[in-house]
């Protein structure tokens, strides 16, 4: 233990997604260390991110403005939709080149256990974005693991009602895995072969 305001610094940065205690120990004394300039630069960008980012009126990815820049884009294909678990998912999908239409965010996956369920995603809006008739493929590429693989059989459930083509991605990501993990190539891969949902 530290006194005052270092421990609490080393404590705050322990809260962080995938930082332990030692971990959060070698930030706080690097940022210790640094310029001033520095350290006062990343408070800035801290807070500047909390004040500008918010998420798509549409699709619930990251943005600046009320909508992304992907749902932006009349390049985009409107007809497709990939439903993902999180914003971080879109990136990892967008680094293959291999998509070309538009995203829905659900903003996790069904966990009973760690009590969500469908009504904390956005499962709603996805049925309203439905109702236009102007998707006629919804890909669920949700993660390969238990909560990912609820989430996804779920939706397959609600959806097939629609008359939409649902697919699934293929094979090529280990089960267990998180997609914003998964190489270029492995995710590639799984979307060029992805297969209809049962």
């Known amino acids: 233990m530290y ?3 270092v421990q609490d610094l080393i ?3 322990g ?3 995938g930082v332990g205690p030692k971990s959060a120990q070698r930030i706080a004394f690097h940022l210790l260390q640094a310029d001033p300039a520095d350290v006062r630069r990343l408070a800035e960008v801290l807070i500047e991110v909390k004040d500008k980012v918010k998420f798509c009126s549409v699709c619930f990815n990251v943005a600046e403005d009320d ?7 009349p390049r985009r294909d409107p007809s497709v939709l990939c439903v993902v678990e999180e914003y971080k998912d879109v990136v990892a999908i967008e680094r293959t080149r291999e998509f070309r239409g538009r995203y829905h965010v659900l903003g996790g ?3 009973p256990i760690d009590g969500i369920g469908p009504e904390q995603l956005h499962i709603r809006e996805l049925l ?4 236009d008739g102007t998707v006629t493929e919804v890909i669920l590429a949700t993660d390969p693991n238990l909560e990912g693989e609820a989430t996804a059989t779920y939706l397959t459930r609600m959806l097939g009602p629609l008359g939409l083509r649902v697919t699934r991605l293929a ?4 089960v267990g895995g998180d997609l914003e993990y998964a190489d270029e190539v492995t995710l590639g891969r799984a979307f060029v072969g992805r297969q209809t949902a049962t």
């Open 171 to 174: 094979s090529g990501l280990p």
């Open 109 to 111: 996956a069904i966990s």
């Open 67 to 73: 909508q992304c820049r992907i749902c932006r884009d």
């Open 128 to 131: 309203t974005r439905l109702g």
């Open 15 to 17: 809260r962080l997604p």
């Open 3 to 5: 006194e005052g305001v």
């Open 11 to 13: 404590d705050e940065l």
